[in-house]
């Protein structure tokens, strides 16, 4: 099964099968919002913000390569309601299957000592679940925290530390530490450089992780100083050294392809089109070939692959391809794998308008990262693209009325989890269900793209 077997499922029940109910968010808290559609008239007034579910929030862990490795697990709530207890944190991390996950990606992991002393970490133990101790919240001995560490150690995981220092308490810490997390703002740049120089010189085999990562300027200088793994908003923010950079040919031709396709095209115009590059030409008869598209005999001809693939399906397929076309392979890559969550978690939100409405929001997921993948101003490229005003104005003008879901994803990406549910009551939407709703889309975009590798 590859990528296009996801890009083609739809969210109607199988025949037979119950009509879904109202999604449960992942199991922290009871939330205020009856199931059944209560939020659906609820106002701000009505029900506080604040009050909403705590939600499992992920921040992008990206290597030295630019490759997305793996992901920083934790619990955030709004601001009236506790922060979910540690071992309601690791309940909803084994109701996500995180496990599964850590066989493939690293899952960084918060924890406290009196956790593992409970050894409540045992059902997400694997070789890539990486448990962070902050050493700042602790009053345990050094040599007591070394031996929680290598418990861990033991079990098969990997341990992390925030916090430490190069003060000699810490040494006994730092010694069976796996990785050091830091943070850009935790001192003055000159201090941070000199602690990045003096944690690589004395522990070489150490990984370091700097969080806080804003620009693409600062990921640079973070790896020049020797860091092996980069966190916070740069990956998906246009990189400046990028201003002057034109969109190559492969991807003019494939916005070409996009733009017949909405103009419902013939499709001998589409072969002619698909013909110009024969790279994306390759990758069409590929798609109609896999074994997703329950066509048994082999497809040779452009036009019998598009007729196979249908419009609505090579669309999507193409869009998903332009990440995949370019030089910068593992940064695009990463990206994809974001926009891909974004796009399913809008169509899953927007599950009561017209279908129509739900793939034009699918399609603002995949192109709300274009500027930044592409490197150059999102006016040019729509200037380039035949897109619905509704399309334009979001990605334009964060207007329209696909802005208010675009933003609600990005509050959920900052982890702003009150802010969010204050914007999903203006939808509509139950707030208690944007929990379920986003791992519904990380997980959707983990196996799509787990998958798309054998193709």
């Known amino acids: 099964m590859g990528l296009l077997s996801f890009l083609n499922r739809k969210n109607e029940p199988e025949a037979g099968a119950a009509a879904p109910q109202a999604r449960a968010p992942v199991p922290m808290a009871a939330g205020p919002v009856a199931a059944g559609g209560a939020a659906a008239t609820a106002t701000v007034e009505q029900l506080d913000y604040a009050d909403a579910d705590a939600m499992l929030c992920r921040d992008e862990i990206v290597d030295k390569r630019h490759r997305l490795c793996g992901y920083l697990f934790t619990a955030k709530a709004g601001g009236k309601r506790a922060a979910p207890s540690e071992r309601e944190f690791f309940e909803a991390l084994r109701a996500a299957d995180l496990a599964a996950f850590a066989a493939r990606r690293i899952a960084v992991i918060p924890i406290t000592p009196e956790a593992v002393a409970a050894q409540q970490y045992a059902a997400l133990a694997t070789p890539n679940s990486m448990f962070l101790i902050d050493r700042r919240q602790t009053a345990l001995p050094a040599a007591e925290l070394a031996a929680r560490m290598l418990a861990l150690r033991q079990a098969g995981c990997k341990t992390a530390l925030c916090g430490a220092s190069m003060a000699a308490a810490d040494a006994p810490l730092l010694a069976v530490c796996d990785a050091a997390f830091l943070h850009l703002s935790d001192s003055s740049l000159p201090q941070f450089q000199n602690l990045m120089r003096q944690l690589r010189a004395a522990y070489p085999a150490m990984q370091i992780a700097v969080d806080g990562v804003g620009t693409w300027d600062e990921q640079r200088m973070c790896l020049a100083w020797g860091c092996d793994y980069c966190l916070g908003e740069f990956l998906t923010t246009t990189d400046t050294v990028d201003q002057e950079a034109k969109i190559d040919q492969s991807r003019l031709t494939s916005i070409d392809l996009l733009n017949l396709l909405r103009t419902d095209a013939e499709v001998g115009e589409l072969t002619e089109v698909a013909k110009q590059d024969p790279g994306l030409a390759f ?37 998903v391809s332009m990440f995949r076309l370019g030089s910068t392979h593992e940064r695009d890559e990463a990206l994809l794998e974001v926009a891909l969550a974004r796009a399913r978690f809008l169509e899953i939100v927007g599950e009561d308008i017209p279908q129509a409405q739900r793939d034009e929001l699918f399609l603002v997921g995949l192109l709300s990262l274009f500027d930044i993948l592409l490197k150059v101003p999102m006016a040019v490229i729509m200037e380039k693209m035949h897109l619905s005003d509704a399309i334009r104005d979001v990605l334009l003008k964060s207007g329209g009325p696909y802005g208010p879901y675009l933003m609600l994803k990005l509050l959920i990406e900052r982890s702003q989890v009150g802010r969010a549910a204050e914007v999903a009551l203006t939808l509509g939407i139950d707030p208690d269900t944007l929990g379920a709703t986003s791992t519904d889309a990380f997980q959707w975009a983990q196996e799509a793209l787990h998958h798309s590798m054998g193709e």
């Open 283 to 319: 990758h069409v008869l590929r798609w109609a070939n896999a074994p997703s598209t329950g066509h048994h005999s082999t497809i040779t001809s452009l036009k019998e692959a598009i007729i196979v693939l249908g419009r609505t399906h090579l669309y999507r397929w193409l869009m």
